[in-house]
């Protein structure tokens, strides 16, 4: 925790700098200490495809420059560009349904996929995490594998505290439940 | 090889933990955004009194065909200031300030 403090301390004293008018290598600075996670974060958000992830990342750090004047510090400066980062990929997928003439699949009971999977079908984690809604595999993503707390995520993915602990516990129990004919190795796909 | 449904209640959290693949090198990501950044973040300026006449005239539009508008002038020919000068006045004063807070907002 040390550390994560130290590291907001630097953040902050980056933003600081980042404001003034020749701000732009101090933000050079943000953007190369949280590059690879925003990429990481949304490279699992949107799936495999890549490109679209660095294209969302992008989106959000330019987002962040415009906007940087609102960060207040009350919040770490990762939480905040998580929230924006979160809020682009949201907006990506939002204007993708609506192409699609669709709508957006955010909560569980229009998750993709169900929960019968096929006996023969040997289902990994990756594939499990495909099948949660978007809101089960934003806050698993935040609460277990970034280890943010529930006030963190909760301010992530801009929800009460309390759905978010409903995702995550939601989430968890349906992967338990995809992933039941899985063996820990067994790296097949569906 | 223990089956999964016996992990699980222990070792979820980390399993999930260990197939996050952790942080993505740069390799020109940074300069790649530093490129795409625009020169001046600032809102600007002319923005914020072209929306406020904008949204002013919308809404004199949305009330060109009520009545209220003679009552407001009978009002100003009598040197009076009544019900309809007050109530067009907040209302044009109100969307002066919706149309500036959504200039700010949008950057």
């Known amino acids: 925790m040390d550390d994560r403090d130290a590291q907001a301390r630097i953040d902050l004293a980056l933003v600081a700098r980042a404001l003034r008018p020749d701000g732009e290598r101090a933000f050079e600075q943000l953007v190369r200490r949280h590059q690879g996670m925003v990429r990481a974060q949304l490279r699992r958000l949107v799936g495999d495809d890549l490109a679209l992830a660095d294209d969302l990342a992008q989106e959000s750090f330019v987002l962040a420059w415009r906007k940087l004047a609102q960060f207040r510090g009350e919040s770490r400066f990762g939480t905040w560009l998580y929230r924006i980062v979160y809020a682009c990929f949201l907006q990506h997928m939002r204007s993708r349904a609506a192409r699609a003439g669709e709508e957006l699949a955010l909560d569980e009971h229009d998750a993709r996929g169900c929960d019968r999977v096929d006996p023969g079908w040997r289902l990994d984690v990756e594939s499990a995490l495909r099948r949660l809604s978007i809101q089960q595999r934003a806050a698993l993503l935040y609460c277990v594998q970034l280890e943010f707390t529930h006030e963190e995520a909760a301010q992530v993915l801009d929800m009460p505290l309390g759905t978010v602990k409903t995702h995550v516990a939601r989430g968890k129990a349906r992967l338990r439940r995809l992933l039941q004919g899985w063996t820990p190795g067994d790296e097949r796909d569906v | ?107």
Do not use: H, Y
Not at chain 2, 40 to 61: C, D, E, K, M, Y
């Open chain 2, 1 to 107: 090889m223990s089956d999964f449904k016996d992990v699980s209640e222990r070792n979820l959290d980390a399993l999930l933990r260990s197939r996050f693949p952790g942080p993505v090198p740069d390799d020109g990501f940074s300069e790649r955004v530093m490129r795409a950044l625009p020169r001046n973040r600032q809102p600007r300026i002319p923005l914020l009194p072209l929306s406020a006449a904008a949204g002013t005239v919308l809404a004199w539009f949305a009330l060109l065909p009520s009545p209220i508008w003679r009552q407001v002038v009978q009002e100003w020919l009598a040197g009076s200031i009544g019900f309809a000068t007050v109530g067009i006045g907040a209302l044009l004063l109100g969307m002066a300030i919706v149309s500036c807070a959504w200039s700010l907002e949008e950057g």
